[in-house]
């Protein structure tokens, strides 16, 4: 049973990988809209909701979006946990359309590191000046109008899943700064479906995952921000608390 399970597994990971080429081949000329037209950015947002709802679809994966308040269409600054390869994918049912902050690993990929180092923000965690850099094109973008999405542990690097480490401050210091309110995101089983282990194969499950109320920063400082950080965190260490522990229930 357990080699058949595998073998499961190996079949469904690769055809989850055919079906995400097959998709980004053919949405990649749009893609090039708004890498030609910067004005029109909030294309990316609507291309990769487009890209998210057809992929899960085709994984015959539900997904369940829960919104604790119907988000505005202003700026955010969305932070999430981060346990999996798959939060990014995720994170494309965003409704609010934002570019993402992440590590420059992405730009490797043929074409798709292309489309992701134009229209999104790429950083190299080992360099102090990529750093500084990401955090001054962040707000330059936010001055451009666009939304962001953060991973605030500074990518996968818990090992004990659900457990998030402590939040880095680049996010919040960006969203205070400019005055954009911070949305945590708990992205709730993510990382069971694709867990981040040696041999990464794909498990079924519908995704689930919460947009929390906005945390506002209109009226906050500097002197906020450790205290702006740990309410988003703990805003997303609950709900991951109480959603893992009655997702175990379900299954016994």
Known sequence: ??????????????????????????LFPFFLIPIT????????????????????SMLFMPFFVEHKTKLEKRQYVFVANHFSYF????????????????????EKLPLFGYMYKKLHITVDRASISSR?????????????GKSLVIFPEGG?????????????????KIAIEKKVPVVPVTLVNIWQILPDE????????????VFHEPIETENLTMND??????????????TLE???????????
């Open 198 to 209: 040696k041999l990464i194969l794909f498990n079924w499950q519908p995704i689930r995952m």
């Open 132 to 144: 500084v850099n990401t955090l001054i094109k962040s707000m330059q973008a936010i001055d451009e």
């Open 1 to 26: 049973m357990r080699v058949l399970f595998l073998a499961f597994r190996f079949v469904y990971t690769l055809y989850a990988s055919v079906v995400f080429v097959i998709l980004f081949l053919l």
């Open 225 to 238: 921000l450790v205290e702006l950080k740990e309410k988003a965190f703990q805003k997303i260490k609950s």
């Open 156 to 172: 996968i690097l818990t090992k004990q899943a659900p457990n998030m480490i402590p939040f880095k401050d680049g996010a919040f």
């Open 87 to 106: 939060d990014i994918a995720v994170m494309g049912l965003n409704p609010i359309n934002a570019v993402f902050v992440g590590k420059n690993d992405m």
């Open 242 to 252: 109480e959603r893992y522990n009655h997702l175990k229930v379900e299954q016994v």
């Open 37 to 56: 037209f910067p004005k029109r950015h909030f294309l990316t947002g609507v291309i990769n909701r487009v890209w998210a709802r057809l992929y899960f």
